[in-house]
Structure formats: structure tokens, C-alpha cells
């Protein structure tokens, strides 16, 4: 009889842990992918021609640093097209706000001079990746220092409080 508990015992834990050792199936949030896939997609041969723009004329890139005790890192990028439209992304990791004010930026010439408002970076998973894709069709190629400012409004008229920046540097194609 004790033979017979002893084995029932054994059975169970071995059925218990060949139940534990399977593959556990992950299905990826499909509704994340695009936006994922658009946080990622900084450079390459896809980008080297647009459907609605034609062929890439000029590119520029850069890192992006935080401010005095602002800890923040990031690149950003700046294309222009055969047709004078200017896209960019701009990825930055920094802490999000949790005091209402936004994360606004704007590419200026250098010094801060004339700066042109191009979006708010904002989190697809709400931690510290940051990011933002844009298109204007004014002419940026004077304006290679990025400026990261805190807002209280999506729109504001003149960049507030820097929070991050950097300067972008044409890249020699070949």
C-alpha cells in the first residue's frame, strides 16, 4: 500500500511538472505593431525614395541630450525630398510628465533662432520612449538644432521651457 501512495505521488508531480514545461504562447498586440514598427524605423533603403515626394535630395541626423538635470538621450532625423517637403522623426527616452505639460518640438536655426513648431513627441506605451514623425512642407534645411520644450497647450506659439536638444549634421551620400 505504501508502494502504491509512493507511486500515485511520483505520478502526480511528474504530471504536474510535464504540465509546467510547456510553451507558453504569446500573441503579440497587433494593434501596437504599426506604431511599434514606426518608433523603430529610423533609416534605410525604403526611405530612400517617397510615392508622394520622389527621390531623397538631402539627409540629416543627431543625437539629442537632456537639459541641466533633464536626463533624457535620443536621435533624431531630417529628410528632404526632391519636391521641398522635409519629413522627420525625432525618438527621445525621457522621464514622462505627470504634472500636465507636454513635450513639444521645434527645429530652429542655430542659437535657437527661428524656431518652426513641428509636433508633440509623444509615448505609444507610456513609459519613457518618446517619439514623433512629421512632414511640412516649410523650408527646414537652415534649421538643423532641435529643441524639446515643456508646454501646457499642443500648439503653443513660442517654444517654453527646453527640456532637451540637439543639432542635426547633413550626411554625405554617396
Known amino acids: 500500500m505504501r508502494s502504491l501512495r509512493l507511486s500515485t505521488i511520483v505520478a502526480i508531480i511528474t504530471l504536474s511538472f510535464a504540465a509546467c514545461g510547456g510553451k507558453t504562447v504569446i500573441k503579440p498586440d497587433n494593434t501596437a505593431t504599426g506604431k511599434i514598427q514606426e518608433y523603430n524605423k529610423v533609416t534605410g533603403k525604403d526611405l530612400e525614395t517617397s510615392p508622394e515626394h520622389g527621390t531623397l535630395a538631402h539627409l540629416w541626423y543627431g543625437a539629442l541630450t537632456g537639459?541641466?538635470?533633464?536626463?533624457?538621450?535620443?536621435?533624431?532625423?531630417?529628410?528632404?525630398?526632391?519636391?521641398?517637403?522635409?519629413?522627420?522623426?525625432?525618438?527621445?527616452?525621457?522621464?514622462?510628465?505627470?504634472?500636465?505639460?507636454?513635450?513639444?518640438?521645434?527645429?530652429?536655426?542655430?542659437?535657437?533662432?527661428?524656431?518652426?513648431?513641428?509636433?508633440?513627441l509623444t509615448s505609444i506605451v507610456g513609459d519613457s520612449r518618446h517619439s514623433l514623425s512629421f512632414e511640412v512642407t516649410e523650408i527646414l534645411s537652415d534649421r538643423t538644432v532641435v529643441l524639446i520644450t515643456l508646454e501646457t497647450t499642443p500648439e503653443p506659439a513660442s517654444p517654453g521651457t527646453r527640456a532637451a536638444e540637439g543639432t542635426l549634421k547633413e550626411v554625405e551620400r554617396k
Open 67 to 120: 537639459i541641466n538635470d533633464t536626463p533624457a538621450n535620443g536621435v533624431g532625423f531630417l529628410r528632404e525630398f526632391e519636391d521641398g517637403v522635409f519629413t522627420g522623426s525625432l525618438n527621445l527616452n525621457i522621464l514622462p510628465r505627470k504634472d500636465g505639460k507636454r513635450f513639444i518640438a521645434w527645429m530652429a536655426k542655430p542659437g535657437g533662432a527661428d524656431p518652426v513648431r513641428v509636433g508633440e
